[in-house]
């Protein structure tokens, strides 16, 4: 009897997380590093907690292609992210080619540079939220260059 009970518990726990769980939305866009279209950056979204649900969900992620575009994946499975705001990473994926004008991003020996400033990946405070009708605009144009003065 045990048994039965524990097992109609986890049915039940199962279906209210499975039927009730995040609200997912689609999520595309496009990732430039100074106003060229990035090949090979991670965009990482990590749902923002706040005092009322202080565990919003697993965070989305998806890579660009040659033309900048990027699509997010929730979980690796569904397409797109949870709705609302979001902490937003963007980085350069680990072995990705070297554009050919950034031959001077490289160090001696071969070793690569990330291109895309800290500020955008392990300092981020940048946010994105996510619309429930989903967006195909969360575009993100990094700026690694300073103006030169005038």
């Given at each position: 009897m045990r048994r039965l009970?524990?097992?109609?518990?986890w049915l039940i726990v199962s279906a209210v997380v499975g039927c009730g769980g995040a609200n997912i939305a689609t999520v595309s866009g496009v990732v430039k590093v100074d106003g060229k279209p990035y090949k090979d950056a991670i965009v990482s979204f990590q749902p923002i907690g706040d005092k009322g649900?202080?565990?919003?969900?697993?965070?989305?992620?998806?890579v660009t292609d040659a033309a900048g575009r990027y699509s997010l994946d929730y979980d690796g499975e569904k397409p797109g992210a949870i709705v609302g705001k979001h902490r937003v990473r963007i980085f350069t994926k680990f072995g990705a080619e070297m554009p050919a004008d950034a031959s001077s991003e490289s160090v001696?020996?071969?070793?690569?540079?990330?291109?895309i400033p800290a500020e955008w990946h392990d300092d981020s405070t940048k946010e994105f939220t996510v619309p429930?009708?989903?967006?195909?605009?969360a575009d993100f144009d990094i700026v690694t260059k300073k103006p030169a003065k005038q």
């Amino acid at each position: 009897m045990r048994r039965l009970v524990a097992v109609g518990a986890w049915l039940i726990v199962s279906a209210v997380v499975g039927c009730g769980g995040a609200n997912i939305a689609t999520v595309s866009g496009v990732v430039k590093v100074d106003g060229k279209p990035y090949k090979d950056a991670i965009v990482s979204f990590q749902p923002i907690g706040d005092k009322g649900n202080q565990n919003p969900g697993r965070g989305s992620a998806g890579v660009t292609d040659a033309a900048g575009r990027y699509s997010l994946d929730y979980d690796g499975e569904k397409p797109g992210a949870i709705v609302g705001k979001h902490r937003v990473r963007i980085f350069t994926k680990f072995g990705a080619e070297m554009p050919a004008d950034a031959s001077s991003e490289s160090v001696p020996g071969g070793k690569f540079v990330e291109r895309i400033p800290a500020e955008w990946h392990d300092d981020s405070t940048k946010e994105f939220t996510v619309p429930a009708a989903g967006t195909a605009t969360a575009d993100f144009d990094i700026v690694t260059k300073k103006p030169a003065k005038q």
